[in-house]
């Protein structure tokens, strides 16, 4: 049960039933569905203890930024009841993806809905248009797609939401799988494509670019590496530049829409450094207007952080980036399976991290998501490590069959010995077959690397750091936009 309510949440928060139909406008499906998920934590066999709370550095890291969200508003009650279901995702996604093959389906899932919101807003213009997006995407937005749902009704949000799909379809359906996956995938890997490309995002092609670089370079010897980031630099800028509308990106002085980001990122780094603590979770439109007297979104998730958690905010935000690329960057792994999960949760941390310099991803459930994602892989790998891993004996794959064997019991014998008994006592008991005893006695090989599951002073340290190289970067921006 747990299972199914992280995938409906899932279906609900890309598919958005509530916006289809006026009926359905009023019906709160994703907190039904994740307090239906806690529940069922709480009655599954498994149960849910305080301790599994807090088993990763990660679960500190998005406790203390939630935490700080809540106590640093104006009405620290008010933001608890407004932020509590975005906590509740977390714990119950971090918690029900407890194996390889919930976390295999989870990404699977993650996978076909992004192939999905991709399909739907192409298939809008050739007359299947049941969200009325095409009036959108020939309006206001002069040709550029959009899907006509709160989160994708914007061409750069459609694009950006979409750019990890394009990895994500190449690790679950091509890398190492047979061929008729890959082509299926090959197939599949139109949609996301010619997504992204109609939404004319500029902001979308470079998230896209980046992510598809690191794809191509994750896991492959540190020279294969460098000649990629060389040639990437060399040839790279030239082919995004042959794509519509980036040779805007010259005349960013004399582009409105380029000049509408700045003063966003001039006014959020303002209350970065005015008031260190920000202006509480949800106080950037109004501190925006009473400084300039009209209305402007942050257009990145790092200025709207920053404005309104400060460099609190900032710093937990750069804590669970730090563990999430620590995680999925320093496992060893030992089966295909665990492999490709990695790598998708690998590319969905790269996407969102470049795509939130240029779009107000914030606070969204997305973010919670792959993060849950990535501290229940590292759970299944560490406890691998210490000898407490956690099957499900009715999907987990490659589970060697155990059979049944007469064992020997001394203990008993002596018993009808001293009875003057000359008994033999022999017990059916399962017994696992010799490969799988080897391989429980061997050391085994997926972990984390150096066993980390403790936030240290380097971690920390190294967190400020990143935090620091953030808001430097953030400087740079603006003086060179």
Same mark, same amino acid.
């Given at each position: ?25 009023? *019906? ?7 307090l239906t998920g806690l529940a069922a934590l709480f009655f599954r066999q498994r149960g849910l203890r305080p301790k599994d709370l807090f088993q990763t550095p ?12 809540? *106590?640093? /508003? ?9 932020? &509590?279901?975005?906590? *509740? ?27 999905? $919101?991709?399909?739907? &807003? ?20 002069? %040709? ?24 994500? @379809? ?25 997504? $992204? ?10 998230? %896209? %670019?980046?992510? $598809?670089?690191?794809?191509? /370079? ?38 409105a829409a380029i000049q509408g980001r700045v003063a966003a990122f001039k006014h959020g780094y303002n209350m970065l450094k005015k008031t260190n603590h920000g202006? %509480? ?38 804590? @669970? ?33 470049v795509s939130s310099w240029m779009v107000d991803f914030g606070y969204r459930p997305t973010f919670f998501m792959f993060t849950a994602a990535i501290a229940a892989? =590292?759970? =299944? #790998?560490?406890?691998?490590? *210490? ?13 060697? /069959?155990? =059979? ?23 017990? #059916? ?6 490969? /799988?005893?080897?391989?429980?006695? &061997? ?26 190289? #953030? ?11």
């Amino acid at each position: 049960m747990d299972l199914i309510t992280v995938i409906l949440f899932l279906v609900v928060y890309y598919l958005r039933p509530q916006e289809w139909s006026g009926a359905f406008s009023t *019906i709160k499906f994703a907190q039904i569905v994740m307090l239906t998920g806690l529940a069922a934590l709480f009655f599954r066999q498994r149960g849910l203890r305080p301790k599994d709370l807090f088993q990763t550095p990660h679960d500190w890291m998005v406790f203390g930024f939630w935490f700080w969200i809540v *106590i640093s /508003a104006p009405s620290p009650w008010t933001a608890f009841k407004e932020n &509590a279901n975005l906590y *509740i995702f977390y714990i119950v996604i971090v918690q029900t993806l407890y194996s390889i093959p919930r976390l295999r389906i989870f990404v699977g899932w993650w996978t076909g809905l992004v192939v999905t $919101i991709a399909g739907l &807003a192409i298939v809008s213009r050739m007359g299947f248009d049941p969200l009325e997006s095409l009036a959108i995407t020939d309006g206001p937005m002069r %040709g550029r797609l959009v899907l006509n749902l709160s989160i994708f009704n914007n061409p750069n949000a459609l694009g950006h939401a979409v750019v990890p799909g394009i990895a994500m @379809i190449y690790y679950y359906y091509i890398w190492k799988r047979p061929m008729t996956m890959r082509l299926v995938g090959t197939g599949l890997l139109v949609l996301p494509l010619f997504c $992204i490309y109609s939404t004319l995002s500029k902001g979308a092609f470079v998230a %896209g %670019g980046v992510t $598809i670089l690191a794809t191509l /370079a994750f896991g492959r010897p540190k020279w294969v590496q460098v000649s990629m980031l060389v040639a990437a630099l060399m040839f790279g800028s030239g082919a995004l530049y042959s794509l519509p509308r980036m040779q805007e990106l010259n005349k960013s002085r004399g582009d409105a829409a380029i000049q509408g980001r700045v003063a966003a990122f001039k006014h959020g780094y303002n209350m970065l450094k005015k008031t260190n603590h920000g202006v %509480g979770k949800g106080g950037w439109s109004e501190s925006f207007f009473n400084a300039n007297r009209y209305l402007k979104a942050p257009h990145s998730s790092y200025v709207m952080i920053g404005a309104e958690l400060g460099y609190v905010g900032l710093f937990f935000l750069c804590g @669970i980036f730090y563990c999430s690329l620590r995680t999925v960057m320093t496992a060893r792994t030992e089966t295909p399976d665990e492999e490709r999960i990695r790598r998708m949760l690998f590319v969905l941390v790269i996407s969102y991290l470049v795509s939130s310099w240029m779009v107000d991803f914030g606070y969204r459930p997305t973010f919670f998501m792959f993060t849950a994602a990535i501290a229940a892989l =590292h759970r =299944h #790998l560490h406890h691998i490590q *210490i000898g407490e891993r956690d099957p499900e004996p009715a999907t987990e794959p490659d589970l060697p /069959a155990w =059979h049944p064997q007469l064992i020997p019991q001394p203990a008993l014998e002596r018993a009808f010995a001293d009875r003057g008994l000359d008994t033999k006592v022999m017990t #059916l008991e399962l017994q696992p077959p010799p490969e /799988a005893e080897a391989k429980v006695l &061997a050391s085994p090989t997926s972990q984390i690397a150096r066993g980390w599951n403790r936030l240290t002073l380097f971690d920390l340290a190294a967190t400020a750091l990143s935090t620091y190289a #953030l808001v430097r970067f953030w400087a740079y921006i603006m003086m060179r936009m």
